[in-house]
């Protein structure tokens, strides 16, 4: 089992920084960790991810020299720095777990996730 904790998001001015936070009860090292987004009226996207063993990473397009994902697994932590933030940005962000190497880009590959933080972009 995996509990997962967001924090971090808030307000804040286009071409602003949030870092958010993905605190871990449970062995995080044996898990995959994604960042989905949910904006109002939109499906579920995942922004970023990073696989157990490697610490391979991934992003999707529009974030890509932006964002950046990180794990420190001896504290049981996974941050997403997002810097030149936008508007299209906001969104409720969502740390998920996936029992595997892998990353996956489907939401419904993750079994575990966050309640999620509220990340808005705007002047």
């Known amino acids: 089992q995996l509990q997962l904790a967001e924090s971090g998001g808030g307000l804040v001015q286009p071409g602003g920084s949030l870092r958010l936070s993905c605190a871990a009860s449970?062995?995080?090292?044996?898990?995959?960790i994604a960042w989905f987004r949910q904006a109002p009226g939109k499906e579920r996207e995942r922004v970023s991810c990073i696989d157990s063993i490697y610490g391979r990473t991934y992003y999707q397009d529009s974030v890509k020299g932006r964002f950046s994902v990180s794990r420190d697994n001896a504290k049981n932590m996974v941050y997403l720095q997002m810097n030149a933030l936008k508007p299209e940005d906001t969104a409720i962000y969502y740390c998920?777990?996936?029992?595997?190497?892998?990353?996956?880009?489907?939401?419904?590959?993750?079994?575990?996730w966050g309640q999620g933080t509220q990340v808005t972009v705007s002047s």
């Open positions: 449970g062995a995080l090292d044996l898990y995959s």
């Open positions: 998920t777990g996936r029992f595997s190497d892998y990353c996956m880009r489907d939401p419904d590959e993750f079994d575990y």
